[in-house]
């Protein structure tokens, strides 16, 4: 090591070595990293030491105060709060503390006294009564603390510590008054807003008609615009926003805040009611804001569309094509939804026109996707030729899906197979997936490569005749060997049936299935039937046939469901 490298580390084990001295020397360091590091009770220990010598060391009663806190020992601080108060100055820091420790401790005459102290230190603060309301509720004595802030307000007049009185008269369930609260606090301060609806939003179902005419008979905008949101929040968001709606004359300025509150408590739900909920506010912000009125009609429309009011939603665009403002990107975006409100319309002739018109104008993501739609409108409207047409050239793994699905309704087993399997398991949604996957397994048994009667029972399928479907399906299954379609076929008509609501012709097509003793779609139809049986309260039955099932295919593929059902059946544990 050469001589500077030496000098170098002495240096600094000689700072090391003062600084941890210094900590050594300080006491409330010490006492800090005891209590950083859990040791609560050692460094309650130190602090104390400190107190000792100096009772009025701010730093050292609040650290006592965390280290009993963690331990639940708050009371004690009582002695080292006694010194502090006869020796130190007056302050709000003091006093809260002490305020804080003689309300854990039951104290409730030494905290008035201290109360008192405070005020006249602080005339026209509230934090006096704020500081014993929380410390009484960290007590769970509920009255105290109204009766503090209540005090506070007597004393300082006005419609002062609303917030405070707001929370507790919802927790206390005076509804009306809890209203009346929220309503001065947000009034006053807006940020209260947030806590006003998170307590009112947890009222019991049993209390909310009582807060939503409170707020109405308010007779405020702000009232109106609590009770939207809530309305939204308790599972009603067309409601919530068909209130706000109703109070624009009353909101004046205010509706546009109040609609995109709205829009923004949509986010966190889901679903057609939500969807339709959206659309409505969409269309209401475009009436109140010109300048941006394109823009709202174009979401309105897509969010009316994807609540399948599709005449809504034709309407929207039909302002958007009748402005003159719109741009050409903004015209693009309604065409491309026009195109999808008209596919989901059925409107077949009219979307493939449209698209035809549009498609040169849009990005190569956009147009693959509408492309995409139109193709499957015609496959639900039965012009194979149509969809055909539309995908001819894709060769992405969508497309792939999509053309071997019109091959399967086109009977064209070996085609469909082969298209099938080029897009694999991840192409579209996850329901198309399993969709496909299903048809795939079906088709793969059957020797056959044409089966067009087979294509049309499916096609029908695919138009949701679920009916013919299975009829049809039951009608061809056995001009095929029960290993090579016949038990595959008729599985599938059983489960159709058994979505339909036809339960009896369910389970009928499932015995025949079991019965026919083709080991995968045996079983599977075995655990069909189970199910049904435990459903409807035939648990011995369910519990034979399950029974059986893993006796005779006891490594089939839903062998583990079938095990976890029969413990179901036997009541060894719940259902899902």
């Known amino acids: 090591m050469t001589r500077g490298v030496t000098v170098v580390a002495l240096a600094t084990l000689v700072v090391a070595g003062r600084a941890m001295s210094a900590q050594q020397a300080d006491p409330a360091a010490r006492a800090f990293d005891l209590e950083r590091r859990g040791l609560h009770a050692q460094a309650a220990e130190l602090y104390r030491g400190i107190l000792a010598t100096r009772p009025a060391d701010l730093g050292a009663l609040l650290g006592l105060e965390r280290t009993l806190t963690s331990q639940a020992k708050v009371p004690d601080m009582v002695p080292e709060l006694r010194r502090a108060l006869a020796s130190g100055e007056p302050s709000s820091a003091l006093y809260g503390i002490a305020v804080r420790v003689y309300a854990a401790a039951g104290r409730a005459d030494t905290v008035a006294a201290i109360i008192d102290r405070w005020t006249a230190l602080e005339p026209k603060s509230e934090a006096p009564y704020q500081e014993w309301g929380s410390a009484a509720l960290a007590a769970r004595d509920r009255a105290q603390a109204k009766a503090a802030y209540q005090l506070g307000r007597s004393r300082l007049g006005g419609e002062l510590l609303a917030g405070e009185l707001a929370q507790l008269a919802t927790i206390e369930g005076d509804y009306p008054a809890a209203v009346r609260e929220w309503l001065v606090a947000v009034g006053k301060i807006p940020g209260y807003r947030s806590a006003a609806v998170s307590m009112l939003g947890q009222v019991p179902v049993v209390g909310r008609p009582t807060v939503l005419r409170a707020l109405e008979q308010s007779k405020t905008a702000l009232g109106e615009r609590l009770a939207g949101t809530l ?23 205010a509706g546009v805040e109040a609609l995109q509150e709205g829009i923004d408590e949509l986010r966190a739900l889901a679903g057609r009611e939500t969807a339709m909920a959206r659309g409505v506010a969409l269309e209401l912000l475009a009436t109140r804001v010109p300048n941006q009125s394109t823009r709202y009609w174009l979401e309105a429309a897509q969010a009316y569309s994807d609540a399948g009011d599709q005449g809504s939603a034709r309407r929207m ?22 195109v999808s409100v008209l596919v989901s319309e059925g409107k077949m002739d009219e979307a493939s026109k449209q698209f035809e018109q549009l498609k040169g104008v849009l990005g190569t993501e956009e147009r693959h996707q509408l492309e995409l739609r139109v193709a499957e409108g015609w496959i639900r409207a039965g012009k194979l030729d149509r969809a055909e047409a539309m995908v001819a050239q894709d060769s992405t793994i969508e497309g792939f899906a999509v053309r071997g699905r019109i091959r399967l309704y086109q009977g064209d087993l070996a085609a469909a197979a082969s298209l099938l399997r080029e897009a694999g398991p991840y192409a579209g949604a996850r329901e198309a997936a399993v969709s496909r996957t299903a048809a795939l397994a079906l088709i793969q048994v059957i020797e056959d490569d044409s089966v067009p009667a087979l294509g049309a029972a499916l096609l029908k399928l695919e138009r949701r005749d679920s009916a013919g479907a299975a009829a049809d399906l039951e009608s061809l299954a056995p001009g095929f060997p029960k290993d090579h379609g016949q038990a595959e076929m008729l599985l599938l008509a059983g489960r159709i049936r058994q979505a339909a609501g036809d339960r009896a012709a369910a389970e009928r097509l499932f015995g025949v299935v079991v019965g026919l003793k083709v080991p995968a779609a045996s079983a599977a139809a075995a655990l069909e039937a189970a199910r049904m049986m435990v459903d409807s309260d035939r648990r011995p039955l369910a519990i034979e046939t399950l029974e059986t099932l893993l006796l005779d295919f006891p490594t089939s593929a839903v062998a583990p469901q079938a095990r976890r059902l029969l413990d179901v059946a036997k009541g060894a544990i719940p259902p899902v």
């Open 231 to 253: 309305t939204i929040r308790w599972g009603d968001p067309v409601g919530g926003i068909r209130r706000l709606e109703r109070a624009m004359p009353l909101l004046s300025e």
């Open 317 to 338: 665009l039909g302002r958007l094509a009748s402005d003159q403002r719109v741009s050409a990107t903004m015209a693009a975006s309604a065409t491309s939804t026009l």
